[in-house]
T-cell receptor, first 116, second 113 residues
Framework: EDKVVQSPLSLVVHEGDTVTLNCSYEVTNFRSLLWYKQEKKAPTFLFMLTSSGIEKKSGRLSSILDKKELFSILNITATQTGDSAVYLCAVEARLNGGTSYGKLTFGQGTILTVHP | NAGVTQTPKFQVLKTGQSMTLQCAQDMNHEYMSWYRQDPGMGLRLIHYSVGAGITDQGEVPNGYNVSRSTTEDFPLRLLSAAPSQTSVYFC????????????FGDGTRLSIL
């Protein structure tokens, strides 16, 4: 059974702090790992990672994948109150033993709270 | 360009009632899927479709039906609602090609009494 585990489950920091969110996985027929940010409504896409060791960066957010050790980290530097959200990690794998991909297995999410 | 649109946003049902959650996308995405999100459990895949006329079961399909008669629409039917189906439901869509992330609708919050 595919499994994705995120840690910590919740985190409280102050503005300006740097945070690291962790995601480990056990998935058959892995294709990619995705990070989403969820505020009050829809998860919004942050990063898709397919290759080990290549950092993806967007502003203050960055992420990297280690396919040998089966984990990924999401870093947020100089946090702001607007970064408060649930951060979801998901791993994409093949659909039901077929040749198509698209099955996402999600972790429980990390609740990040940034205080002013 | 509206993206992924889900209706209704909120719904309260009585046990045993049936209803359909609507999902539409205007991006010509081949792949569409339904997830449910419960506290402490992340999102779980209910059903998915890789194109019009093709659907298959995900991780938690029991109690739900889907159909995909057009590329744009992917409704989710609850046949006989049960309290265990109280959840937030998300529809997502994407292109089938490599490197195409799934995009989510705003969700439907469903309560079964």
């Amino acid at each position: 059974e595919d499994k994705v585990v995120q840690s910590p489950l919740s985190l409280v920091v102050h503005e300006g702090d740097t945070v690291t969110l962790n995601c480990s996985y056990e998935v058959t027929n892995f294709r990619s790992l995705l990070w989403y940010k969820q505020e009050k409504k829809a998860p919004t896409f942050l990063f898709m990672l397919t290759s080990s060791g290549i950092e993806k960066k967007s502003g203050r957010l960055s992420s990297i994948l280690d396919k040998k050790e089966l984990f990924s980290i999401l870093n947020i530097t100089a946090t702001q109150t607007g970064d408060s959200a649930v951060y979801l990690c998901a791993v994409e794998a093949r659909l039901n033993g077929g040749t198509s991909y698209g099955k996402l297995t999600f972790g429980q999410g990390t609740i990040l709270t940034v205080h002013p | 360009n509206a993206g992924v649109t889900q209706t209704p946003k909120f719904q309260v049902l009585k046990t045993g009632q049936s209803m359909t959650l609507q999902c539409a996308q205007d991006m010509n995405h081949e792949y569409m899927s339904w997830y449910r999100q419960d506290p402490g459990m992340g999102l779980r895949l209910i059903h998915y479709s890789v194109g019009a006329g093709i659907t298959d079961q995900g991780e938690v399909p029991n109690g739900y039906n889907v159909s995909r008669s057009t590329t744009e629409d992917f409704p989710l039917r609850l046949l006989s609602a049960a309290p265990s189906q109280t959840s937030v439901y998300f529809c997502a869509s994407s292109y089938r090609g490599r490197g195409q992330p799934q995009h989510f609708g705003d969700g439907t919050r469903l309560s079964i009494l």
